[in-house]
C-alpha cells in the first residue's frame, strides 16, 4: 500500500465515520420528536446548539468551563456556521459540558446559546425536542 492508497482510506474512513454520525444524531432526533413534551417546545428561551454528535437526548450534564471569547469566536468560524446559525457571534456563549452517561471515563461536548445563563457547575438536561438547526453542520437545536 503506497502513500497515495493510505490517504484514500483515510479520507474514505473519515466520510463513513461522518456519515454515522449523522445518521445516529437523525435518529435521536426522530425518537426525541415524538417523545418530547409540548411545555419544552413551547419554551424558546431555553435554547441551546450543539453538534451532533454531542446531542444526547433525556441525559443530565454538567457545565464544566465556559469557553473564552476568542476560543468561541474560532470554534464558530471554523464551524463553518459563523454568518449562516450564528448571525452576532459576540451575542453566543460557548461551554464545555461532561454529561453523566455513568461511565468512568467523561462524555464530554461543546453546548453554545445565547439565551440561557449557565454559570461553571450548573447542571441541567437535554431536551428530547431536538431538531437540526443547519444539518449540512450537523448543529443540532433544543431545549433544556
Do not use: C
Not at 502513500?3 to 432526533?29: C, F, M, P, W, Y
Request: no cysteine; charged share 30%.
Amino acid at each position: 500500500m503506497n502513500d497515495k492508497d493510505t490517504e484514500q482510506l483515510d479520507n474514505s474512513r473519515h466520510s463513513l465515520v461522518k456519515k454515522g454520525a449523522l445518521a445516529t444524531t437523525a435518529l435521536a432526533i426522530g425518537a426525541g420528536a415524538t417523545s418530547g413534551t409540548a411545555a419544552a417546545q413551547d419554551d424558546e428561551n431555553d435554547t441551546v446548539v450543539v453538534f451532533g454528535d454531542h446531542y444526547r437526548p433525556g441525559v443530565d450534564f454538567d457545565v464544566i468551563s465556559e469557553l473564552n471569547p476568542q476560543t468561541r469566536d474560532e470554534l464558530i468560524d471554523d464551524s463553518g456556521a459563523a454568518d449562516d446559525v450564528f448571525d452576532e457571534p459576540d451575542d453566543w456563549d460557548a461551554y464545555v459540558i461532561s454529561y453523566d452517561i455513568g461511565e468512568e471515563a467523561p462524555s464530554w461536548g461543546i453546548l453554545l446559546t445565547e439565551e440561557v445563563d449557565l454559570d461553571v457547575g450548573d447542571s441541567e438536561t437535554m431536551g428530547e425536542n431536538g431538531q437540526f438547526r443547519d444539518a449540512a453542520l450537523d448543529l443540532v437545536e433544543a431545549t433544556l
